[in-house]
């Protein structure tokens, strides 16, 4: 999703690296704009799994339905995943060619 939005942003991108944009503020913002539909994304499932406790408490054996621990690490896991996931795209972006990004429009 976030190589989908940093691919329609190639122009915006292409003209702020035109008129002297640091590579770490177009990184900075591509990781923004990802973070926070990984957010609301994670926060959405939390809310859900939480939600559907007692269904999984019939499904689980050994832990609890609501074991602090693993809804952390999941968490973690699922945070540092889409950090990676929306560092890759920023990095390209950073890339781009100013003059190529302003012909494509």
Known sequence: MVSYLVTQSTHEIGVRIALGAQHGTII???LRRGMELAVI???AGLAG???LTR???SLL???GATDTVTFSVVTLILVMVAL???YLPAMRATLADPVVA???E
């Open 49 to 51: 799994a939480i939600g």
């Open 61 to 63: 054996f050994g832990v």
């Open 41 to 43: 994304g994670i926060a």
């Open 84 to 86: 990676l996931a929306t």
């Open 28 to 30: 900075r913002r591509v």
């Open 55 to 57: 269904v999984m408490a």
């Open 102 to 104: 302003l012909r494509e």
